[in-house]
């Protein structure tokens, strides 16, 4: 079904005599026709022959409407197609950013406020095909140190399970639940069992292995330099990125949110005398008002905003100068500490029938270095990101192979004696949205304007949070504080007083 829009919501109801012509003018099958019979029987009842013209009137109001299924279906794409592709000059909520993070927070928003905000989301590809949610390997675990990270991964996990109900029946994710494998050495070992320790008291279900347990429940691990590993039982595994990206935009655009394909130019600003903000003269405070893009024709227009939300992943940091963030004043000389960094994902294919078996879980040695089995081919996916002095540029998105012969190979042939002779297949290359102040997500107001929220900075463990970040954003601009997960500790003004929130012995 759909819904009508407001011009046709207004319109007067259409009377039987409108209905009749409409019918006779557009209607299609024996309804529009009226045979001598039912004219000479009709006749003899007025009470029959007008509860007979209602009852075709309102037939043909129907099959006007919804005349067979194909047009349901073309009516709902067509309104899909308004609701994105008209332009809104002025709105409630400006989304800055359409991935993952950015359509969960126009869901939200739309799903609990519905007509009462109208909220644009600004994307510069609809294609994604840059775009970090899609080059993911889209892990999923709650073997994290920090609360929050945790009890947002939590609350992913249940938002998975009950996917249906919240994006819609069509909607697959291929959830695989086979769990993370975190390794770690004796140096790490003692970290690694307190974290598991907190991860189950806050409702995650691990256990510590090892290094003999591990022998036994892995076979195909050389377990030589391992002390300890933790395994996750449930609630832990891998899916589709793009299945849940492309499921919270669909309900966003269903609920009414608009998306727009354009890329963020500028901000324009606006005295506000009434402000007093540390660093600023009185009088002189300006706030956001207005956002200017470029469409794809080149067309640079604006959109008035009540609130603006930057959820650009790896170029949060790029759009945060455009308000100033960073080149300002006071607080705003303090930039958003968030920038690309470019990580390779290899696919390699082991010949031996030794090779780890379907339910191996995702597994980190205590370099980094991580692999998965990827579909039933005998493929799999494997990983490790660069340290400081290796960090690869950003200009593109191309994969260095070498990195794998020297960085990557080495760790996954000593872990797995039977990886030893693995070839690439292929790769791919995305970038993380990369905080350099602690390498954790920054979520709520900008402590500077007073219309301003940032989503960003997760630094490769976005996705599996996402929904949680679109729930809180909303709680936030809705109920004015979190009410469900309490992100207050990765607010932006962790970074003005200099208090890094570091995970310990976490990838």
Known sequence: MFRLSR?????????????RRFASDGGKGDDSKVRPEEVEANLQNPLSRTMKILGNDMKRVKNFILPKRESVESVDNYLERYRREEFQSHCDVLVIGGGGVGSS??????????????????????????????LSVGGLRQQFSIVENIQMSLYGAEFMRNIKEHLGDDVEVNFTPYGYL??????????????????????????????????????????????????GLEKEGW??????????????????????????????????PDIIAEGINQGEYEGLDKAYIRMKDGEVRDIKFSIAIIAAGAQSGKIAKMA????????????????????????YQCGSDGGPGINTPLTIDPTGTYFRRDGLGGNYLAGRSPGPEEEPSVDN???????????????????????ENIKVKSAWAGFYEYNTFDENGIVGPHPYYNNLYIATGFSGHGIQQTPAVGRAISEMIIDGDFRTVDLTRFGFDRILVDQPLFEANIV
């Open 397 to 419: 998105l191309d994969v260095d192979y070498g990195y794998f012969d020297s960085h990557v190979w080495p760790q996954l042939a000593n872990l797995v004696p039977c990886f």
């Open 105 to 134: 927070i126009a869901y939200w928003l739309k799903k609990r406020a519905r007509n009462g905000l109208n909220v644009v989301v600004v994307e510069k590809d609809a294609t994604y095909q840059e775009a970090s949610t899609c």
């Open 239 to 272: 899916f589709d990125p793009w299945a849940l990206l492309s499921g919270f935009k669909k309900r966003a655009i269903e609920y009414g949110a608009h998306y727009v394909e354009a890329e963020m130019v500028g901000f324009e600003f606006r005295k506000q």
């Open 182 to 231: 975190m390794l770690a050495s004796e140096q790490g070992a003692e970290q690694l069992q307190e974290n598991s320790k907190l991860q189950n008291t806050l409702g995650a279900k691990n256990e510590i292995l090892t290094a003999a347990r591990l022998k036994e429940r892995f076979p195909w691990m050389n377990t030589e330099g391992i002390a300890l590993g933790c395994h």
């Open 324 to 347: 100033r963030i960073g080149t300002g004043q006071g607080m705003l000389s303090v930039p958003l500490p968030v920038e690309p960094r470019k990580r390779y994902v290899y696919v």
């Open 7 to 19: 011009s046709l919501l207004g319109r007067r109801p259409l009377s039987c005599g409108s209905a």
